[in-house]
């Protein structure tokens, strides 16, 4: 998902060029809405395999904007610190949920 390969990066610079176009077509903007409601009915049982005690819906919603913003700061800026800093952020994200499993 981060832009870690220079085919990564195209795709989420065409990601980027997307969400700027959908700020002015309505058409978009129903695609876009459709395909976070896809992404996020597809995390929600990602979560509950991780920890099944944990508010799954939520936690998704969680992921996805924190998914959707350090993609976009990796995109904008796409050195190999942005994107480390990403990558170890989603992956302390997801220890996290695993953690609060044993609390």
Not at 6 to 28: C, G, H, P, S
Not at 43 to 72: H, K, S, V, W
Not at 80 to 97: D, F, G, W
Request: no cysteine.
């Amino acid at each position: 998902m981060l832009p870690s390969t220079k085919l990564k990066l195209r795709e989420a610079r065409v990601w980027l060029a997307f969400w700027n176009e959908a700020t002015m077509n309505d058409q978009l903007v129903k695609e876009n809405d459709e395909r976070h409601k896809i992404w996020h009915q597809d995390i929600i049982p990602l979560i509950q395999q991780i920890n099944p005690d944990l508010d799954a819906e939520n936690e998704a919603r969680l992921f996805t904007a924190l998914a959707n913003g350090l993609n976009l700061q990796a995109t904008v800026h796409p050195n190999r610190t942005n994107i480390l800093r990403a990558s170890q952020t989603i992956h302390r994200y997801i220890e996290q949920l695993r953690k609060s499993l044993s609390d």
